[in-house]
């Protein structure tokens, strides 16, 4: 078990170079299995999610090799369907494979994925939309066992949530099933549109990603890509956010202005200064920052559930009282009685985390439960004056690549130990 050992309290300086996002290079990573020949991911985050993906795709036959942060894969010949349960453990969302799987060899086995530290995953919205495709669907002994005895159809998809995991699902099997998919009240959220760009250079028919409409053509001959991962806007959020509470100035160099608005015109309220170009953003704090009214987290493009632990956590340190409400997860509040410990003020009423400013947070030890309430104790901890110890740190490295030298690059005083 690894820590993080961070000595906080300083102002925050510097340029950032933002890692490629997690949850687009994992549906990237289930489509290579889809291609018939090698396909480049350039900007591919190294984290332990990946290498989860990475170990699964190893299994199904696929050679994968990297090169800093270049990945290759070749999946050409590979019709292995079965992921074993240790390696569906891994990572709660190799569900994604399911899609790409039934797609190319039309059975798949698996296990379920069962809960996760943010709560009860369900995936009744990806297995309703399979068996509208014609896939016949049995989940027995904790096992998902998928066939499609007379093929894959296209069909017409009514999502009654628009489901990040469920429209990937779609999209992978649509492009292979015969006939036109059109999935309605689709996801909306940049990592769909990055995973439409990639089929596509793949030889794909994809149209409307990032809108409510995604029309899919089916029984398309997929070819390899050379494609750029985009940058992790959640990760850019941490990062924003972070400064904003410590003081100091941040340019993130990589930045798609469009993707990071929500956190930009919310510090922006609450007192920092935020300018925006073509493809970088610079945030500076040096006046007293006031909290925002209420932030409530919901499908894109409204806030993020996922920026929510940062957004708290800097929140922690600004004048008045903010709420946050999580409409998307059911128990995403664990790391509030963590911030606790390092003197934050936080009541948690249901789905929303009052949060009433203080003037300054003190180090303390404390234990990430999740990957990104992990990542948003380690910006309280570099805020917190004095010395904090944050543990169980292998949250943080799922989606997160080397965030310690990250802030140690902005003038942070943190080691792994
Ligand atoms: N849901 C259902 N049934 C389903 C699918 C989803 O009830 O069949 C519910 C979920 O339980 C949840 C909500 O719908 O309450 C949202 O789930 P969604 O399917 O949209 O999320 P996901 O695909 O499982 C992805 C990200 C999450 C991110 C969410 C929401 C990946 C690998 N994961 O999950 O990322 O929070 O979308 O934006 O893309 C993270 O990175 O820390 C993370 C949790």
């Known amino acids: 078990m690894s820590e ?56 199904l036959g696929a050679k994968c090799r990297f090169e800093g942060n270049t990945l290759t894969v070749d999946s050409n010949g590979c019709f292995s369907s079965d992921i074993p349960e240790t390696l569906m453990r891994e990572m709660r969302s190799s569900i994604i494979f399911l899609g790409a799987i039934i797609a190319k060899c039309k059975a798949a086995s698996m296990s379920l994925p069962g809960g996760c530290e943010l709560g009860p995953r369900p995936i009744d ?11 016949e669907i049995e989940c027995t002994a904790g096992r998902l066992i998928c066939t499609a005895p007379n093929g894959l159809s296209g069909a017409e998809i009514h999502l009654n949530f628009p489901s990040v995991g469920a429209t990937e699902n779609i999209i992978l099997t649509a492009c292979k099933a015969k006939g036109t998919t059109v999935i309605y009240n689709a996801a909306k959220e940049p990592e769909i549109c990055d995973l439409a760009s990639f089929l596509n250079s793949c030889g794909a028919k994809i149209k409307g990603a990032g809108t409510p409409t995604v029309v899919i053509e089916g029984e398309r001959e997929l070819s390899g890509c050379v494609h750029n991962v985009i940058p992790d806007r959640i990760v850019a959020a ?17 930045a798609i202005p469009e993707q990071i608005f ?22 500076r704090s040096h006046n007293a920052l006031h909290n925002f009214d209420v932030v409530s987290s919901g499908p894109y493009p409204g806030f993020p559930t996922d920026a929510g632990p940062s957004l708290v956590s800097a929140s922690c340190l600004f004048k008045g009282t903010g709420v946050f409400v999580e409409n998307i997860f059911d128990s995403r ?41 992990g990542a948003a104790l380690v910006s309280a901890a570099v805020a ?7 543990r169980n740190i292998e949250f943080i490295d799922r989606g997160y690549e080397n965030i310690e030298k990250v802030f140690a690059q902005l003038g942070a005083e943190i080691k792994r130990k």
């Open 4 to 59: 993080f050992i961070v000595n906080g309290g300083k102002k925050l300086y510097g340029d950032v170079t933002v890692q490629g996002a997690k949850n687009s290079v994992l549906p990237l990573l289930a489509a290579t299995y889809l291609s018939n020949s090698e396909c480049v991911l350039h900007n591919c985050p190294r984290l332990s999610d990946v290498d989860a993906s990475v170990a699964i795709l190893e299994h």
């Open 125 to 135: 919205i990806h297995l309703s939309a399979l068996r509208q495709m014609g896939a």
């Open 238 to 254: 941490t990062y924003l956010f972070t400064v904003a509470m410590c003081k100091g100035a941040i340019r993130i160099k990589n």
């Open 262 to 283: 929500p956190f930009c015109h919310i510090l922006q309220k609450c007192g920092c200064d935020v300018s925006v170009n073509a493809d970088s953003v610079t945030l």
């Open 333 to 373: 509040f664990r790391y509030v009685d963590e911030l606790k410990r390092l003197g934050a003020d936080i009541k948690v009423v249901g789905r929303a985390a009052i949060v009433t400013g203080v003037k300054n947070l003190a180090g303390a030890k404390v234990e990430a439960h999740d990957l990104r309430g």
């Open 384 to 390: 917190a004056h004095g010395t904090s110890v944050v």
